[in-house]
């Protein structure tokens, strides 16, 4: 069973910094591209930051880029996602996805994605 877990969420200050963990079971996680994806209250899920499979190329939606660093750690069956200069505006539910892939490419698209963790809350709030 394919299964992904978000960690690392919470409340922080404006200008402050944290740091998402996903971890994946059940997939052979170097086969997979992954992404961070967020919802804001009474918005659409939307694209932030997604990595290949080699972890060598990484994209991010333009709001975040410069402030957002996605990794990985294939021994860890992990995925990252460091926060700086956090703003209000990145308040949000973000949820890690899982996209198999044989291309050493990314993507941004929800529908790229079959497999979804559960979501961790950040909240950005003095």
């Known amino acids: 069973q394919v299964q992904l877990v978000e960690s690392g969420g919470g409340l922080v200050q404006p200008g402050g910094s944290l740091r998402l963990s996903c971890a994946a079971s059940?997939?052979?996680?170097?086969?997979?591209?992954m992404g961070w994806f967020r919802q804001s209250a009474g918005k659409e899920r939307q694209f932030v930051a997604t990595?290949?499979?080699?972890?060598?190329?990484?994209y991010y939606t333009d709001s975040v880029n410069g402030r957002f660093t996605i990794s990985r750690d294939d021994r860890e069956n992990t995925v990252f996602l460091q926060m700086n200069s956090l703003k209000t505006e990145d308040t949000a539910v973000y949820y890690c996805?899982?996209?198999?892939?044989?291309?050493?490419?990314?993507?941004?698209?929800?529908?790229?994605?079959?497999?979804w963790g559960q979501g961790t809350q950040v909240t950005v709030s003095s």
């Open positions: 990595i290949n499979r080699r972890g060598d190329s990484t």
């Open positions: 996805a899982a996209a198999r892939s044989w291309l050493n490419n990314y993507y941004t698209k929800i529908s790229d994605y079959n497999t």
């Open positions: 059940g997939l052979t996680f170097s086969t997979y591209v």
